[in-house]
């Protein structure tokens, strides 16, 4: 009763595990296919200086190549590239065939059809891994037939390209936009600033407090070099003809100078409507155009650069190793399942062995 019942476990655990190994890798399992690629994503040199421009690209997407690359790697793996690959590629057709064996084909018993399912089953058959020295990303693709295993790793480089060269495109738009809109504001702060400064010079009829003032002053010295004269000129006649008639109208003439003197320094040192007064609004109302002015400048500058940029291609996918067409199948490993299905099917027999031993034993 003892051999039979250890012949009866040695069957189970061993015997028919074994026999189904044989009958299925031997000649059910359908053959495997790999096809390998690998890529890199690429960008153009840029200086290392931190300049607003240099800002503007890390903001808008452009950071290092190798960030990308992961980018890249996320993509391939999601649930919007395998739905890109269904629209360019029977994928699902492709594995649900029934040329493949019932435990591999896609739609049996044990995963379902909906999309869930066969992005599950999608995960399985395609693989990317990124080398972080290297920034090198290998992909994986396994199919069931030589062509098939090449048409989707090449379609999915493809789909990847395309996914670079729509972040190129966005961040050459929000690049210009940006640009755009700095523009915008930097004319509207100068046109502001030089409307500003024009009503300023109409209401107070004034051009350039400092060189009118400087203007002013220069008048003023002729004009006391004027009353020197004429002051030197009443003494001397003052002293050879006290009775002359010209004394009178050189005292007016004396008089009127001073005037005009004392006129033209309340134009320049007065309280209200000076240039000294008007010169400090003047030179901030200035000040205040040259900053807007060279803003605007700046921002023309930047645009000019971001549209010389957005002429060049930022990031590239660049094929290290194109997709390779399979002329032997890779998988599935027949003789080594067939081998490690009888070791564990003896490990298992062993084990329960033992604990079956144990318990009449203990039982005993």
Same mark, same amino acid.
């Given at each position: 009763?003892?051999?039979?019942?250890?012949?009866?476990?040695?069957?189970?655990?061993?015997?028919?595990?074994?026999?189904?190994?044989?009958?299925?890798?031997?000649?059910?399992?359908?053959?495997?296919?790999? =096809?390998?690629? &690998?890529?890199?994503?690429?960008?153009?040199?840029? $200086?290392?200086?931190?300049?607003?421009?240099?800002?503007?690209?890390?903001?808008?997407?452009?950071?290092?190549?190798?960030?990308? =690359?992961?980018?890249?790697?996320?993509?391939?793996? =999601?649930?919007?590239?395998?739905?890109?690959?269904?629209?360019?590629?029977?994928?699902?057709?492709?594995?649900?065939?029934?040329?493949?064996?019932?435990?591999?084909?896609?739609? *049996?018993?044990?995963?379902?059809?909906?999309?869930?399912?066969?992005?599950?089953?999608? +995960?399985?058959?395609?693989?990317?891994?990124?080398?972080?020295?290297?920034?090198?990303?290998?992909?994986?693709?396994?199919?069931?037939?030589?062509?098939?295993?090449?048409?989707?790793?090449?379609?999915?480089?493809?789909? &990847?390209?395309?996914?670079? *060269?729509?972040?190129?495109?966005?961040?050459?738009?929000?690049?210009?936009?940006?640009?755009?809109?700095?523009?915008?504001?930097?004319?509207?702060?100068?046109?502001?600033?030089? $409307?500003?400064? &024009?009503?300023?010079?109409?209401?107070?009829?004034?051009?350039?407090?400092?060189?009118?003032?400087?203007?002013?002053?220069?008048?003023?010295?002729?004009?006391?070099?004027?009353?020197? !004269?004429?002051?030197? $000129?009443?003494?001397?006649?003052?002293?050879?003809?006290?009775?002359?008639?010209?004394?009178?109208?050189?005292?007016?003439?004396?008089?009127?100078?001073?005037? @005009?003197?004392?006129?033209?320094? =309340?134009?320049?040192?007065?309280?209200?409507? &000076?240039?000294?007064?008007?010169?400090?609004?003047?030179?901030?109302?200035?000040?205040?155009? @040259?900053?807007?002015?060279?803003?605007?400048?700046?921002?023309?500058?930047?645009?000019? $650069?971001?549209? *010389?940029?957005?002429?060049?291609?930022?990031?590239?996918?660049?094929?290290?190793? !194109?997709?390779?067409?399979?002329?032997?199948?890779? +998988?599935?490993?027949?003789?080594?399942?067939?081998?490690?299905?009888?070791?564990?099917?003896?490990?298992?027999? +062993?084990?329960?062995?033992?604990?079956?031993? +144990?318990?009449?034993?203990?039982?005993?």
């Amino acid at each position: 009763m003892k051999k039979l019942k250890i012949n009866f476990l040695f069957i189970l655990c061993v015997v028919i595990p074994s026999i189904l190994a044989i009958i299925y890798y031997g000649f059910i399992a359908s053959d495997v296919y790999t =096809s390998e690629s &690998s890529f890199i994503i690429r960008s153009p040199d840029r $200086q290392s200086s931190t300049t607003g421009l240099n800002l503007i690209l890390r903001s808008a997407g452009f950071s290092r190549a190798q960030d990308d =690359s992961y980018a890249v790697d996320t993509f391939i793996g =999601s649930r919007d590239a395998l739905k890109q690959l269904e629209n360019s590629y029977p994928v699902r057709a492709h594995y649900s065939s029934e040329n493949i064996d019932f435990i591999n084909r896609f739609g *049996n018993a044990l995963n379902g059809r909906s999309f869930e399912s066969f992005y599950k089953y999608y +995960g399985n058959k395609v693989e990317v891994e990124t080398d972080r020295n290297t920034a090198i990303s290998s992909l994986t693709v396994h199919a069931f037939s030589p062509k098939a295993a090449y048409d989707i790793n090449d379609k999915i480089l493809k789909l &990847s390209e395309k996914l670079i *060269n729509n972040i190129n495109d966005n961040a050459r738009k929000d690049l210009i936009r940006f640009a755009e809109n700095e523009v915008l504001k930097a004319e509207q702060q100068a046109n502001q600033a030089s $409307q500003a400064l &024009s009503q300023y010079r109409n209401r107070n009829r004034v051009f350039n407090p400092e060189g009118q003032s400087a203007q002013v002053l220069t008048q003023i010295t002729k004009l006391q070099d004027q009353l020197v !004269q004429t002051k030197m $000129q009443l003494a001397q006649v003052q002293n050879v003809a006290p009775d002359n008639p010209q004394i009178d109208s050189l005292k007016v003439q004396i008089r009127v100078l001073e005037q @005009e003197i004392q006129n033209q320094k =309340s134009n320049v040192v007065g309280e209200r409507q &000076s240039f000294t007064s008007q010169s400090g609004n003047f030179q901030r109302l200035t000040l205040e155009k @040259e900053l807007a002015d060279k803003q605007l400048a700046a921002a023309m500058t930047s645009l000019e $650069q971001a549209r *010389n940029d957005a002429v060049r291609k930022q990031l590239y996918l660049e094929r290290v190793a !194109q997709p390779n067409i399979p002329d032997e199948a890779l +998988g599935p490993k027949r003789l080594k399942s067939i081998v490690a299905t009888i070791i564990l099917g003896l490990i298992m027999w +062993g084990i329960l062995g033992m604990l079956l031993a +144990g318990a009449r034993e203990h039982k005993n």
